[in-house]
């Protein structure tokens, strides 16, 4: 009687347990198919033409129009802001992820008077919106003559990258035991030596995260490419996008074959990286 009882109030049973996890499957659900959907149509409608889009939009293609993306896939429209977009966003991340590994570092691991009012400073420009510095930001890049030039769009991104980065960084680094680093240097090794030989290695989950949040928003930035790059060799994928789209504003079809290639590296990489980025975000709540 007793392990009846046990069985019947187990919380797995209970009718309030199976309904709020009812209630949290169909929330993921729906939410998934407000992300999987469009993504569908997008991917089917780019092997359609308009005549299909019009009359059948969610419907499977009949015939197959596989020019769409062929024709993509052999246009420098397409592939020259695709490595336009693959230089800057690499190189905007190694520079943000670079520096704010330093800087995260220095605010982790040393004391001195002012490091939590200079971190406060780097916390602060978290809530500093960019659109609001485009104005002058955009005189400053022409007073050192870095419009039309990669680096009008690699400095800043990264400049604003550098608070969150660095949050994200110091969390790691600030739980990594004492113990390792009075080893390291019982050893021999000096702080700069414990910072690159010890503490990156182990870092690397955080890294990754630091690393897929930086090339993802330098994938997606269009408002500073548009202002920077007045030459269509510099165009980015979402300037490209953009203009592609004015060209084609008739033809849907080519358009949502143009966005789905677009976004298939930022996909590619995310899904790489996916394991580290996660592991990166849930470090610092796991570590004591």
């Known amino acids: 009687?007793?392990?009846?009882?046990?069985?019947?109030?187990?919380?797995?049973?209970?009718?309030?347990?199976?309904?709020?996890?009812?209630?949290?499957?169909?929330?993921?659900?729906?939410?998934?198919?407000?992300?999987?959907?469009?993504?569908?149509?997008?991917?089917?409608?780019?092997?359609?033409?308009?005549?299909?889009?019009?009359?059948?939009?969610?419907?499977?293609?009949?015939?197959?129009?596989f020019s769409n993306y062929a024709d993509l896939l052999v246009s420098a429209s397409f592939w020259r802001p695709l490595g336009n977009s693959a230089l800057i966003g690499v190189a905007t991340t190694l520079l943000v992820v670079g520096v704010s590994a330093l800087a995260a570092f220095v605010?982790?691991?040393?004391?001195?008077?002012?490091?939590?009012?200079?971190?406060?400073?780097?916390s602060v420009g978290l809530m500093f919106p960019f659109a609001v510095a485009?104005?002058?930001?955009?005189?400053?890049?022409?007073?050192?003559?870095?419009?039309?030039?990669p680096l009008g769009v690699i400095l800043p991104q990264a400049a604003f990258g550098l608070p969150v980065t660095i949050i994200v960084l110091r969390t790691f680094f600030r739980n990594i035991p004492r113990e390792i680093e009075e080893a390291a240097t019982l050893d021999g090794c000096t702080a700069y030596g414990f910072f690159w030989r010890i503490l990156l290695p182990m870092a690397r989950p955080a890294l990754a995260t630091v690393s897929v949040l930086a090339i993802v928003a330098s994938w997606n930035n269009f408002m500073l490419p548009l202002v920077v790059f007045n030459d269509p060799n510099w165009w980015t994928i979402p300037v490209g996008l953009r203009q592609f789209q004015g060209q084609y504003s008739t033809d849907t079809a080519r358009v949502l074959a143009y966005v789905v290639l677009a976004m298939l590296p930022a996909l590619g990489f995310y899904s790489i990286a996916e394991r580290h980025l996660i592991g990166g975000l849930t470090a610092g709540a796991t570590k004591g």
Do not use: C
């Not at 407000?34 to 889009?53: E, R, S, W």
């Not at 605010?107 to 780097?122: D, K, M, Q």
């Not at 002058?136 to 039309?148: A, N, Q, S, V, Y």
């Open 107 to 122: 605010f982790a691991r040393f004391a001195f008077r002012g490091r939590e009012l200079i971190f406060t400073l780097f």
């Open 134 to 149: 485009i104005l002058p930001l955009f005189i400053l890049l022409r007073t050192f003559g870095l419009l039309d030039n």
């Open 1 to 65: 009687m007793t392990g009846r009882s046990a069985r019947a109030t187990a919380p797995g049973r209970r009718p309030g347990a199976r309904l709020r996890t009812l209630l949290l499957h169909a929330t993921v659900i729906v939410l998934g198919a407000f992300i999987v959907v469009p993504i569908v149509y997008g991917v089917l409608g780019g092997f359609k033409d308009n005549a299909q889009l019009a009359t059948s939009p969610f419907g499977l293609p009949s015939p197959w129009v």
